[in-house]
């Protein structure tokens, strides 16, 4: 559905993502006809990078991290250290 977007309304998948001031740009960029090409080629590169930062995001959301270990120390105060291990599925 963004790809569309990207295709035929650059600006407004712009818009989509959070980038205002490049969604703006990209409505004058585009209002020429030979300025629809490289707004509609920048969108799809924009969605791009979008979608990956996504991806690394929640890559390092699963991996845990600092994020990740204090969530668990919290859980093994409130719960006591067993009731984690069972919740983690530990022995």
Do not use: H
């Amino acid at each position: 559905m963004r790809l569309l977007l990207a295709i035929f309304l650059p600006p407004v998948l712009f818009l989509t993502i959070g980038r205002v001031f490049a969604a703006i740009i990209c409505l004058i960029l585009q209002v020429t006809l030979v300025g629809w090409l490289p707004a509609a080629l920048w969108a799809i590169y924009a969605l791009n990078n979008y979608t990956t930062d996504k991806k690394i995001a929640q890559i390092q959301g699963s991996q845990g991290g600092i994020s990740g270990e204090v969530a668990e120390a919290k859980a093994a105060v409130r719960f006591g250290i067993k009731n984690v291990k069972r919740l983690f599925g530990q022995s």
